[in-house]
């Protein structure tokens, strides 16, 4: 009997130390974790959940609550729009975090990976850095272990990743 009741005791103990296990798709996932309750009011309120939900593998490099209040000028406007181009632009911002497929941390390193986000910009993923980056020069850094859901990857990150249009002005002109 004592044999037994350590077993149990030990199995407890690993079920409570282990990392949460997030069951759903990328938005419930996300939904699930406190630390995305911000990111996820601004899905909310900017009409993009189905974009988190869809069956298709995706990654999402999702900033985390202390990323958002830390955003200069902060994202109040983000989660209430008041005109339809604001909420254009945070679900331009929202789709630039989302890649198609499934990455992790672990298949990134070592590499520069490039990607078509959902948002239609390319953006580069450079991993022979530490800590992995996100995005060019407005971009974010990974900030915690991937978690995994049923339809993708969130990956935290630190900041909210913005995109960098090129100009397209000829030189010389």
């Known amino acids: 009997m004592a044999r037994s ?99 992790t941390p672990e298949n990134l390193a070592g590499k520069v990976t490039e990607s078509v986000t959902l948002q239609r910009g390319k953006v580069r993923i450079d991993g022979t850095v530490t800590p992995i980056h996100f995005g060019g020069s407005f971009g974010a850094n990974i900030s915690g272990d991937a978690i995994t859901a049923d339809n993708g990857v969130i990956i935290p990150v630190d900041r909210l990743p913005i995109p960098v249009f090129e100009d397209g002005t000829p030189s010389g002109e």
């Open 5 to 103: 009741h350590v077993l149990a005791t030990l199995v407890s103990i690993v079920a409570m130390t282990a990392a949460p296990a997030f069951a759903g798709n990328l938005y419930e996932t996300l939904k699930a974790d406190p630390q995305f309750s911000t990111l996820v009011s601004m899905i909310d309120a900017n009409g993009v959940k189905f974009r988190y939900t869809d069956s298709s593998p995706r990654t999402v490099f999702a900033p985390t609550n202390a990323a958002l209040a830390a955003q200069p000028g902060g994202v109040d406007d983000m989660v209430n729009p008041q005109n339809d181009s604001v909420k254009q632009n945070a679900q331009a911002l929202l789709l630039y975090q989302i890649v198609p497929g499934r990455y």
